[in-house]
């Protein structure tokens, strides 16, 4: 359950709040808006790892919870992590596009 929230907040806010930050940078660049990207930039690459780490949190619970190993239960261990990986790769990409926009925003400033 915690891994949900850890996934909203690093996909939602900090991803889509430095996503939206630099897209205006992107539109209209000042060092304010660049100021702001940065520690936006962190919260973002945190919250990754922190959603991370409760998605494995959340996995070694349910491993240490099962008794016998059959499996279905690899299977369902595997796509736990699978899960787990999700919010790392979309906080990630959103970093990746907003630091395109910040290149391209940086470009017209010149």
């Not at 907040?9 to 900090?14: K, L, R």
């Not at 520690?39 to 998605?55: D, H, K, M, Q, R």
């Amino acid at each position: 359950m915690l891994g949900q929230y850890m996934m909203w907040f690093a996909v939602g806010v900090s991803g889509l709040g430095a996503f939206g930050v630099a897209l205006a940078f992107a539109w209209r660049p000042t060092e304010q808006k660049l100021m702001l990207m940065r520690p936006l930039s962190l919260a973002s690459v945190f919250s990754a790892i922190g959603s991370l780490t409760a998605g494995a949190a959340t996995i070694l619970e349910g491993a240490a919870a099962t008794s016998t190993w059959s499996p279905n239960g690899v299977s369902r261990l595997l796509m736990g992590s699978a899960e787990a990986l999700i919010p790392v790769f979309a906080a990630f990409s959103f970093l990746a596009v907003a630091w395109l926009l910040v290149a391209v925003g940086m470009r017209r400033q010149v």
